[in-house]
């Protein structure tokens, strides 16, 4: 039984205004191409886990740097949206539950962890855009659920922020941020004096009213049921096997995208003739010229479309399709990147709306796939002096083929997919997942 006990709103206090205390940021063309959502996580942690008031403390020391957090989308008067730096807080929700954490993770906390995070706000513009859910169980472990809006920050981003927020409730009244985010939007998506596009962005990134996503191919939406969220666990020696396989040097996510790719389409029985292609995240802070601090906090992130034939992919060595990966992955370059921006620029000089390609809850994306890595993401140091979090658990997902590869929680060097399979494959997906071929 749950039992919400307050909701707060926490407001950092500062000794001096922040420097971008009031100010008005337009949003850049990377935040309009990031979805215009509230995108969740959730953290357990084991008891004895800190007291709430502790959480909520190294929270606003954590928050103070980062003033957008604790802002509000808003909208001109030409109707476009921008982050007003206001200080108007971050919002806290504190329940208690009583039973125990461990009993409830052994139950399977999944098949209601929509319950661990705050409700999503019915509107975006003008609600808190980092909301916060401290739930306490009974044995005084802590379940964290967040909300953040997309648009103030990609999840690179929101992984050095909540790696402060942990490290500013360990040190407490000794907490110091090490070196302030570097917090210039503008400087990110300077364009050209001319801006050139030089190449086509429109359904990349953006689309026009009515256009389909990239690959202008119907994707059928369909009742949430049919869609199945599995987690797949992949040990250290299984990615060591599988890097073997590859025969060159390749990164985790290299190797195991081509493995999950390869057998995600076994599992769907495509036709051969068919094609598929996979949107693939990609940080465009070192890939820009000049370069972008990594700790921007903002969203920098493009997609990359690997592209094979269903017979070839299928048929192809694991070396093989990370080249084909890689090649995609590279494509994301320095003059892309400056495309992007002057196509952003050449668009906001026309008034014309832009609009994110971006796939509706329920959508089937078979034949393709969309993914996401995490694997950067620091959650082994986002200890909150009592140890890491015992459990990362995923929201729902909610678009068949969308994948987020996190570092594993129980072996060291493995990692866990979160997937979403469209319930007719999830059989033949179990069966094959761990198959080396």
């Known amino acids: 039984m749950e039992i919400t006990t307050s909701t707060t709103m926490l407001k950092p206090v500062y000794s001096t205004p922040h420097p971008l205390a009031g100010e008005k940021v337009p949003l850049t063309v990377f935040d309009r191409a990031a979805l215009d959502i509230f995108v969740p996580t959730v953290r357990a942690y084991a008891a004895p886990a800190p007291s709430n008031e502790a959480i909520k403390d190294g929270l606003l020391r954590a928050v103070a740097p980062y003033p957008h957090l604790a802002g509000r989308l808003a909208v001109d008067d030409q109707g476009r949206?921008?982050?007003?730096?206001?200080?108007?807080?971050?919002?806290?929700?504190?329940?208690?539950?009583?039973?125990d954490l461990a009993d409830v993770l052994a139950d399977g906390i999944a098949a209601k962890i929509d319950e661990l995070y705050p409700p999503l706000p019915e509107e975006n513009v003008g609600a808190a855009l980092l909301h916060v859910k401290l739930n306490r169980y009974k044995c005084g472990g802590v379940v964290i659920g967040t909300i953040a809006h997309h648009h103030v920050a990609d999840g690179?981003?929101?992984?050095?922020?909540?790696?402060?927020?942990?490290?500013?409730?360990?040190?407490g009244k000794d907490f110091t941020i090490p070196s302030a985010p570097f917090l210039d939007r503008a400087a990110t998506a300077v364009p050209r004096s001319t801006p050139t596009p030089k190449f086509d962005h429109w359904s990349i990134e953006f689309k026009k009213g009515g256009d389909d996503d990239h690959s202008s191919k119907f994707h059928a939406v369909v009742p949430m049921d049919k869609i199945k969220d599995l987690t797949v666990?992949?040990?250290?020696?299984?990615?060591?096997?599988?890097?073997?396989?590859?025969g060159v040097r390749c990164s985790t996510f290299q190797c195991l995208l081509a493995h999950v790719w390869k057998k995600i389409t076994a599992a769907?029985?495509?036709?051969?003739?068919?094609?598929?292609?996979?949107?693939v995240a990609v940080n465009c802070r070192g890939r820009a010229n000049p370069p972008v601090p990594m700790d921007f906090f903002g969203n920098m992130v493009l997609w990359a479309f690997p592209r094979l034939q269903v017979?070839?992919?299928?048929?192809?060595?694991?070396?093989?399709?990370?080249?084909?990966?890689?090649d995609a992955v590279s494509r994301i370059d320095g003059e892309y990147i400056q495309s992007f921006v002057d196509f952003g620029a050449v668009l906001d000089m026309s008034?014309?709306?832009?609009?994110?390609?971006a796939a509706a809850t329920g959508t089937m994306l078979c034949p393709d796939l969309e993914v996401d890595s995490w694997l950067g993401f620091q959650f082994h140091q986002m200890d909150l002096g009592?140890?890491?979090?015992?459990a990362f658990l995923t929201p729902d997902l909610p678009i068949e083929g969308l994948m987020i590869f996190v570092p594993s929680?129980?072996?060291?060097?493995g990692v866990d997919l979160f997937v979403a399979v469209a319930e007719d494959h999830v059989d033949a997906f179990e069966q094959i997942c761990y198959s080396l071929g």
Do not use: M, Q
């Open 233 to 246: 666990h992949f040990t250290a020696e299984f990615i060591a096997e599988l890097k073997a396989r590859v």
């Open 311 to 326: 017979r070839d992919l299928l048929n192809s060595s694991y070396g093989s399709v990370v080249g084909a990966i890689r």
């Open 81 to 99: 949206r921008f982050l007003h730096v206001n200080n108007e807080g971050v919002l806290v929700v504190e329940a208690t539950v009583e039973t």
């Open 351 to 357: 008034g014309e709306e832009l609009t994110a390609t």
């Open 156 to 171: 690179h981003s929101l992984s050095i922020f909540f790696t402060t927020w942990a490290s500013a409730v360990r040190e």
């Open 386 to 390: 009592t140890g890491p979090p015992c």
């Open 409 to 413: 929680r129980t072996a060291k060097g």
């Open 268 to 279: 769907r029985d495509l036709e051969p003739e068919a094609f598929t292609e996979v949107r």
